[in-house]
């Protein structure tokens, strides 16, 4: 059973860090691609990043470009979502999903499925 875990999430000053982890079990995450997603009250769940698998690509939105940065420990079956000079509109939780086929959109929601259960990202002074 495909099962994804979010963790690191927390309250940040505008401009700090956070790192999120993405713990998957039930499967090796080092062969499927794994999307970041997010979603601030009132809004739609977005896309944020996404990694590949075989070729390790990545792709962000361009909200994150230059900011966040995606990677996968394969041996540990996480992917990282590290996040630098955050801003208070980068507030929301984050989740973490797989394609579920594989014909996918790397940052539309529709083309994934398993989420996670989220963790939380406040950016406030």
């Known amino acids: 059973q495909v099962q994804l875990v979010e963790s690191g999430g927390g309250l940040v000053q505008p401009g700090g860090s956070l790192r999120l982890s993405c713990a998957a079990s039930g499967f090796s995450s080092g062969y499927y691609p794994i999307g970041w997603f997010r979603q601030a009250p009132g809004k739609e769940r977005e896309g944020v990043s996404c990694i590949g698998s075989s070729d390790a690509s990545t792709y962000y939105a361009e909200a994150v470009r230059g900011r966040f940065t995606i990677s996968r420990d394969n041996a540990k079956n996480t992917v990282y979502l590290q996040m630098n000079s955050l801003k208070p509109e980068d507030t929301a939780v984050y989740y973490c999903?797989?394609?579920?086929?594989?014909?996918?959109?790397?940052?539309?929601?529709?083309?994934?499925?398993?989420w996670g259960q989220g963790t939380q990202v406040t950016v406030s002074s």
């Open positions: 999903a797989v394609p579920t086929g594989s014909d996918y959109n790397c940052l539309e929601k529709a083309d994934f499925g398993s």
